[in-house]
């Protein structure tokens, strides 16, 4: 059935030399999300987003995307509300993308690829005391996926998009100190969820994704600036960075709840 055809497809994707055996397997990431099936739940609150700018770290290159990290040592950067329980803190975002602008997201809107995809990844400080033992429970994650559509030029991104030459090769990377990165997200607050998990190895399923609905504008030039990067270190021979996101995954018996009507 389709459940096999996935873990198969799992296994033999380039990217996820994964293991035949994956975790489990019951709450996978990414899916598609079939908007006349989600649910809407009049109980799911607004989510309040609280970051300071002067948490961010640096930014690298570790092979699988680009990162900007957080300091995430007190809670000046964190979200609450929304479908969480305590509030979470933000550890780091990063991007999926493709080789063209047919696909790139690693979740669909009713089947629809966007050319990129970025995932603010927090985690629940509340009830862990690091996030490494967040990444092994249920509710130790939550992460925010935003769509990038092709359109207008995006001001924020710009600053990181220009420092993308510095960061060109893997295991590379330089100090990026002031980045307020809610100039990311979009001000509608309409969102859908769901039980997923990491999409990357550990692939462990611990994240309540929160994937907002409307996606930002970001130009051409832009998306060939994510393009430019290299899987391979500096010497190797040069791999692009593309097509970084994972096959789409079996729902099995889980519902998306939407935060609108
Ligand atoms: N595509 S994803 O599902 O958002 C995803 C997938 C795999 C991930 O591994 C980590 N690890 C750290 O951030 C980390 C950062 C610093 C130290 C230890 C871990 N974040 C992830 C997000
Ligand atoms: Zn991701």
């Known amino acids: 059935g389709a459940c096999c055809s996935y873990r198969l497809r799992n296994a033999l994707h380039p990217l996820w030399q994964s293991p035949l ?16 099936d989600s649910i809407y739940d009049p109980f799911l609150k607004p989510l309040k987003i609280c970051y300071d700018p002067t948490t961010c770290l640096h930014i690298w290159n570790n092979g699988y995307s680009f990162l900007v990290e957080f300091d995430d040592s007190t809670d000046k950067s964190i979200i609450v509300g929304g479908p969480l329980e305590n509030q979470y803190r933000l550890k780091q975002f990063h991007f999926h993308w493709g080789a063209i602008n047919e696909w790139g997201s690693e979740h669909t809107v009713d089947s629809k690829f966007y050319p990129a995809e970025l ?28 769509f990038l559509k092709l359109g207008a030029h995006h001001e924020g991104l710009q600053t990181l998009v220009d420092a993308l030459p510095a960061v060109k090769h893997k295991d590379t990377v330089i100090e990026f100190d002031v980045f307020d990165p809610s100039c990311l997200i979009p ?13 990357t190895p550990p692939l462990t399923e611990s994240v309540t994704w929160i994937i907002k609905k409307k996606p930002i504008e970001v130009d051409e030039n832009q998306l ?16 692009r960075m593309v097509d970084n996101f994972r096959p789409l995954q079996p729902l099995m018996n889980r519902t998306v709840r939407s935060s609108f009507q």
């Open 21 to 36: 055996s994956i975790p489990g397997g019951s709450r996978q990431s990414p899916i598609n999300i079939q908007w006349r």
């Open 224 to 239: 060939e600036a994510f393009r430019m990067l290299l899987f391979t270190s500096d010497g190797e021979e040069e791999k």
């Open 187 to 199: 001000s509608c607050p309409d969102y859908w969820t769901y039980a997923g998990s990491l999409t």
């Open 119 to 146: 995932h603010l990844v927090h985690w629940n400080a509340v009830v862990y005391p690091t996030f490494e033992e967040a990444v092994m429970e249920g509710n130790g994650l939550a992460v925010i996926g935003v």
